[in-house]
């Protein structure tokens, strides 16, 4: 069957529609993953956006619950060039189509990805609609393409309510603004029981479980748009209990420590950006989903000590608190998918978690 997409610029790509079958409108992100289709489009940070993989064959090894991010996709739609759909026998799972066929999520193959990624470098993100429908009113399209918007997605991916995971050495509590299952298998796997606290729980619930570390998740969206989260994480902060960010959550943290974010041209997607830690002076391969980042020259250079830097554009990866016992990525050190370069940010957390313990706080960073 064919399909259209149209971009928000006017622009119109043809190609065929797989997966489920209707229309679909969200902003277009890429992905440049070569592997890991499965983990980016059950990343909850994906929530509201459809994902154009540059990677030209998509769908190859199937679709294995065992891999999931999350319960369900989240993400509006997909565009690849070609997706692979016969089934394989070694594998027992889905075929990508069929995954999202049960899952209702739409697709569009066929497309040149490398130009429209190219476009959308150069024009920046850009939303847009993809459609089974002929004859197609171009300004009611357009109207309905600018009048798109993913606001507070975090509300809907977030847990609805508290759980937690089997016991272990250490104590954390989560907050869920769409965590990926992998950064809850990084906590169990180095002894630590997760608590996972919904998005908008009051400090003084997690509190109750006496943390002896908080996590703030990643997630999606535009972290301006969750200031209604900040008098909590400004909460949490002045409790000196350890604090470790991960991309949304690094964000929230930054604007919580008195910093700004902006919105990226078009973003960090993929499983190959290479990060700098200057205080190990390495390079690491990291695993990225985001479109804004933190303004380096917005943190308090008293208080903060940049760590991690992009070495394509030169943009803030991570930072610590001098006094404080907090930790900051941009990227996701949990991988999933990706490398696992970058899986020491735990350990350098638990250790923070073991000073703050004995008390040795002097200087974090
Ligand atoms: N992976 C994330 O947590 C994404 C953070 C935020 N939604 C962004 O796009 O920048």
Not at 12 to 39: C, H, L, S, W
Request: aromatic share 10%; net charge positive.
């Amino acid at each position: 069957m064919k399909a259209q997409l149209i971009l928000e610029d006017g622009s119109i790509y043809k190609g065929y529609a797989f997966g489920y079958q209707g229309d679909t409108i969200g902003e277009i992100v890429f992905n440049t993953g070569m592997t890991g289709y499965q983990e980016t489009i059950t990343d909850p940070s994906y929530k509201g956006q459809i994902v154009l993989f540059t990677y030209p064959l998509i769908g190859n090894y199937g679709v294995k619950k065992l891999f999931n991010q999350s319960k369900k996709p989240t993400i509006n739609g997909l565009i690849v060039k070609e997706c692979y759909k016969d089934h394989l026998d070694w594998q027992k799972g889905y075929t990508l189509e069929n995954y999202m066929k049960e899952n209702k999520i739409i697709g569009i193959e066929g497309i040149d990805t490398r130009a429209l990624t190219k476009k959308i470098r150069e024009r920046g993100t850009m939303r847009g609609i993809i459609s089974c429908s002929e004859g197609l009113n171009k300004e009611k399209i357009k109207e309905k393409i600018m009048s798109y918007q993913n606001r507070r997605a975090v509300l809907e991916v977030s847990t609805k309510e508290y759980y937690r995971l089997k016991p272990k050495i250490f104590n954390i509590a989560l907050i869920d603004y769409g965590v990926k299952n992998y950064i809850l298998k990084s906590f169990q796997e180095k002894n630590c029981m997760v608590h996972v606290f919904p998005a908008f729980s009051k400090p003084e619930q997690i509190f109750k479980v006496d943390p002896d570390g908080i996590v703030l998740s990643n997630g999606p969206g535009d972290p301006m748009d969750l200031e209604f989260l900040i008098p909590n994480i400004k909460k949490i902060i002045s409790t000196e209990i350890p604090i470790l960010g991960i991309c949304l959550g690094h964000q929230l943290l930054s604007i919580a420590l008195g910093g700004q974010t902006e919105r990226m041209k078009y973003g960090h997607r993929g499983s190959n950006h290479p990060v700098k830690d200057l205080q190990k002076n390495k390079i690491y391969i990291t695993s990225q989903n985001h479109g804004y980042v933190v303004r380096k020259d917005s943190l308090e250079k008293n208080k903060i000590v940049m760590t991690h830097i992009n070495m394509n554009d030169g943009t803030l990866e991570g930072f610590r608190h001098k006094m404080l016992p907090i930790l900051s990525v941009q990227f996701h050190p949990e991988a999933g998918p990706g490398p696992q370069d970058s899986q020491y940010i735990f350990d350098d957390f638990i250790q923070m978690i073991e000073k703050a313990k004995k008390g040795k706080v002097k200087s974090h960073a």
